[in-house]
């Protein structure tokens, strides 16, 4: 879509846009290329310049297992999450557009969670997940030892993905809640007088209606499971026990800030980068296919 | 509806109830948390009903972190990235819809590639930038031969440097620098008739005229779900200010949890984290709650 009326003098549109372009340029494209030219490098941590090392980096990085667990634990931590937050919302955002008493109630409520900041509601659910006092530590009473997230891989893992799902409940449920509503009333009430149940109308109509939206959130949570998950992993594991919550974002962050391996930290960004890049990429071409634009 | 399914009717009921208590649960575990004192918070199972000393946790806890400054910075902060995406975007996208120079296609696309990477994979080197923000604009002089021109015409070496580790500014710029708001604005540029472009016109206004006047003033709803969305978002940024303040008089809030964790070993004070907590998650849900039916218009209209 385009314009018919514009502005001739060009020098002020393109003044209009210095100001985005020079902060872009500053913060973005520059340290995006830094992080290209570090990765090809030996940085040293204090200054005292820097040795060209090809793809040396990237070659110590995969060969070291440490690496291969943190890109198993971020797939899984987004293959589950995504999965429990977008069926989660799914489900709820489909009940609500049902509408019976109450539920614009529920529709307020179940957005609340899209202001909490990761990290607030990780060190809330750090606490009721905690073993020896909150919520589990129940459970801990009557088969000692069961669930310590201090601990065990698993249980960390776990905690981390409820926490992060429940956040994301509450971002997927505004998006599916308007997606149901922008579905015309007309086309549902016509279905139901032909005789169609419930269910049928939901696979039939409202489903396929919504596949945009769908995959939309998908590529959004998967994007945001590798990202946002900073401030969970650090409030609630700090990537333990023994790195089973060691998630790339995480390492990438302890590689570089802790452990100031600047040209390491910068070969797993780059790697990060191109996963989210493919991830994406992979989605459009094998996903959207199956999208109906209405 | 139109037909009576009572059943399902229940089972919607059901669910949706079970939902908001999943929702609300941990808001409200924090609130009774927060309300017990230590012996209580401890308790196995701790207790559901509150305790009598929520007044003096959310005391202990402000004065411990030092909450009063740095709710204020995270203020500062969440409004300044806010008031920034506002007026940047609208100038940016004012610029690509309303002007045809060359280039302008490429600028376009400059600005929609910085969607695909967030500010965590480039975390290391935007750190560096922020350390000495003109880094870049020396290494260019420096490559291209400028400064060794400079120096040798007036003698004076340069040196460009400015640090914003621990300032504002550093906190601030590197999350204005995405384009989140720029395409919400074009997508609202597009839908502005070009009648009242011709009008103002040939009213004789001029392009400036035309933006402050007539655009601006349209685009108020935009500006209001746009300015929510990213003061949200900002307040709840921490990988970035945890990094780039390592001085206390401007960290934020968030990053301020952490020092409320129970270290291991020691006395595990819950009520006081939960406190803290509290303080820290309510500003912006505020936000949300008052602004619930912006945001989601907004976020439907960053959708498409």
Known sequence: MEKRVTFSSWTIGILFAVPQLLLIFTFFYWPAGQAVYWSLTLQQPWGGGNIWVGLDNFRSILANADYWNSITASLVFAGISTGLAMFIALVLAALTDRQLAGSRLYRVVLIWPYGIAAPALALAFRFILAPEAGFLSVINRMWPGIWDPGLDGADAMASIIVAFSWKYVGYNFIFFMAAFQAIPRSLIEAAAMDGSGVIRRFWDIQFPLITPTIFFLLVINITESFQDSFGIVDIMTSGGPANSTNLMVYKIYSDGFKGLDYSGAAAQSIILMMLIIVLTIFQFRFIERRVHYG | ?304
């Not at chain 2, 960290?251 to 303080?279: C, S, Y």
Request: aromatic share 12%.
């Open chain 2, 1 to 304: 509806m139109v037909e009576r399914t009572p059943f399902l009717n229940f089972f919607t009921h059901l669910i949706l109830f079970v939902g908001f208590v999943f929702c609300i649960a941990p808001f409200v575990v924090v609130v009774i948390a927060a309300s017990h004192n230590l012996r209580d918070v401890n308790d196995v199972p701790m207790s559901l009903l509150p305790g009598s000393d929520f007044w003096v946790n959310i005391k202990t806890a402000w004065v411990t972190a030092d909450l009063g400054p740095k709710l204020l910075n995270s203020f500062i902060v969440a409004g300044g990235v806010a008031a920034g995406k506002v007026i940047i975007s609208a100038l940016t996208a004012f610029s690509i819809v309303y002007f045809r120079f060359p280039g302008r296609m490429f600028i376009f696309w400059l600005i929609f590639v910085t969607l695909m990477l967030p500010l965590e994979v480039r975390i290391v080197p935007t750190y560096a930038v922020v350390a000495n923000v003109l880094s870049p604009y020396q290494t260019i002089l420096d490559v291209t031969g400028l400064s060794w021109l400079i120096e040798k015409v007036s003698g004076v070496q340069v040196s460009l440097s400015l640090g914003l580790l621990n300032s504002y500014p550093g906190l601030i710029l590197p999350l204005v620098a995405t384009a989140t708001g720029t395409f919400l604005y074009r997508q609202f540029f597009l839908t502005v008739p070009d009648e009242l472009t011709e009008a103002s016109r040939m009213d004789g206004a001029g392009p400036l005229r035309f933006f402050i006047d007539v655009l601006l003033p349209l685009s108020r709803n935009n500006m209001a779900a746009l300015g929510t969305i990213m003061f949200l978002w900002a307040w709840n940024q921490y990988l970035w200010p945890l990094l780039i303040t390592t001085d206390q008089s401007h960290a934020m809030a968030v990053t301020e949890l952490k020092q409320l964790i129970p270290n291991v070993g020691g006395t595990p004070e819950w009520h006081i984290a939960m406190a803290g907590t509290l303080i820290v998650m309510l500003p912006p849900l505020l936000v949300v709650v008052l602004m619930q039916r912006w945001i989601v218009r907004g976020l439907i209209a960053t959708e498409k």
